[in-house]
DNA sequence: AGCACGATTAACT
DNA sequence: GTTAATCGTGCTC
């Protein structure tokens, strides 16, 4: 059986909780096969006055499911074709949540390239849409929950110890205003050959 | 109803 | 380095 990580991993500080997820193992099950990877990158947004976090807007549709309980999937669809996957974080209530950015591919290697022709395991799920993609991610895991047994998405502790992290303000966000443009709140595990570009 | 824009990617020059 | 692809979301009229 899988040892699942439980909501109370979680219910952190969402700067904390991006740390933390770095090194634990992101699977998701599909037509009874796990596609998993390493999570090498993540970044955390902080409730309604960071600017660049989507819950600056306050609670819409869109952005409900970030003010809800932790451990539960928030994923959304951009530029007309891409999804996202986040990780609400914080207590019930604040809406906060991690984006994963990038995973070094560890399972179901057959799979994901399937799923994304033409491209090498470097290139499997160097980028939060193409994680997504390898992964088959899709609107219809919005508000699924990352603690519940049996659940095609789940993520597992990390294997192996402390890690050295580097700390950098977030990508693709050059319109928000300062000072969120720069907050250092993108974390890798430095010199991972993973890291989105 | 219409508009501007986006937590990106791939395919260009 | 530049740009097209493509559509949901939130805001204005």
Same mark, same amino acid.
């Given at each position: ?13 969402? @700067? ?8 634990? =193992?992101?699977?998701?099950? *599909?037509? @009874?096969?796990?596609?998993? @990877?390493? +999570?090498?990158? !993540? ?5 309604? $006055? ?8 306050? $609670? !819409? ?16 669809? !951009? ?6 996957? %986040? ?12 984006? +994963? ?12 390239? =399937?799923? =994304? ?8 799920? *160097? @980028? ?8 088959? +991610?899709?609107?219809?895991? %919005?508000?699924?929950?990352?603690? =519940? ?23 693709? +966000? ?8 720069? $907050?250092?709140? *993108?974390? !890798?595990? $430095?010199? %991972? ?5």
């Amino acid at each position: 059986m899988p040892k699942i990580l439980p909501r109370k991993f979680y219910a952190e500080p969402t @700067g904390k909780l991006a740390r933390k997820l770095l090194g634990c =193992r992101l699977v998701r099950e *599909r037509r @009874g096969i796990r596609l998993a @990877g390493r +999570i090498v990158e !993540t970044e955390a947004y902080i409730g309604e $006055k960071d600017l660049a976090c989507h819950a600056h807007v306050g $609670k !819409t549709p869109r952005t409900r499911i970030m003010y809800g309980p932790p451990g539960v999937c928030y994923v959304y669809f !951009t530029y007309g074709m891409h999804w996202l996957l %986040n990780v609400v974080a914080e207590e019930e209530g604040f809406p906060a949540a991690v984006l +994963i950015r990038a995973l070094e591919p560890l399972e179901g290697l057959d799979v994901m390239g =399937r799923l =994304r022709p033409g491209k090498t395991a470097l290139e499997f799920c *160097r @980028g939060p849409a193409k994680l997504t993609r390898a992964l088959d +991610i899709r609107g219809e895991h %919005n508000g699924a929950d990352l603690c =519940r047994p049996g659940a095609s998405i789940w993520i597992e502790p990390a294997a192996v110890g402390p890690l050295r992290i580097e700390r950098t303000p977030r990508i693709g +966000i050059s319109r928000t205003p300062e000072p969120w443009r720069s $907050k250092p709140w *993108r974390f !890798t595990i $430095k010199g %991972n050959h993973f890291l989105s570009r």
